[in-house]
């Protein structure tokens, strides 16, 4: 469900432990969140910028995310690719909490 400023529903606050990462897909679109270390949620494009392939199946380290299939990473925080073969970065997105759900802002 999406309100009227364009929050979406991404999951329960305690759906992921740290450095987790969750696919979210909404509309046609494909998304992952990701908690930090630190316990902070993150959103970004779900699919790597390289081949396409789904960031959901990829591993967290402190905040990077791998692609699972050329392991390229991007900073979740920001978007930022980090190693090649990805070189585009990704778009991120808004996030907040609220009552023990996390909402992301699209």
């Known amino acids: 469900m999406i309100s009227a400023d364009n929050w979406v529903v991404a999951c329960a606050f305690d759906a992921l432990e740290p ?10 679109r494909s998304f992952v969140v990701v908690r930090s270390p630190e316990g902070s949620y ?19 380290d402190g905040y990077v995310i ?3 299939k050329h392991f390229g990473t991007f900073d979740y925080r ?21 009552n023990g759900t996390v909402f992301i802002r699209l």
Do not use: N, Q
Request: aromatic share 4%; charged share 25%.
């Open 19 to 28: 450095e987790e990462v969750l696919r979210i897909d909404h509309e046609g």
């Open 42 to 60: 993150f959103a970004m494009d779900g699919h790597c910028s390289h081949e396409k392939v789904h960031l959901a199946g990829g591993i967290v």
């Open 66 to 68: 791998e692609c699972p």
């Open 78 to 98: 920001t978007g930022e690719a980090r190693a090649l073969p990805a070189c585009v970065g990704l778009s991120t997105y808004e996030v907040k909490v609220e």
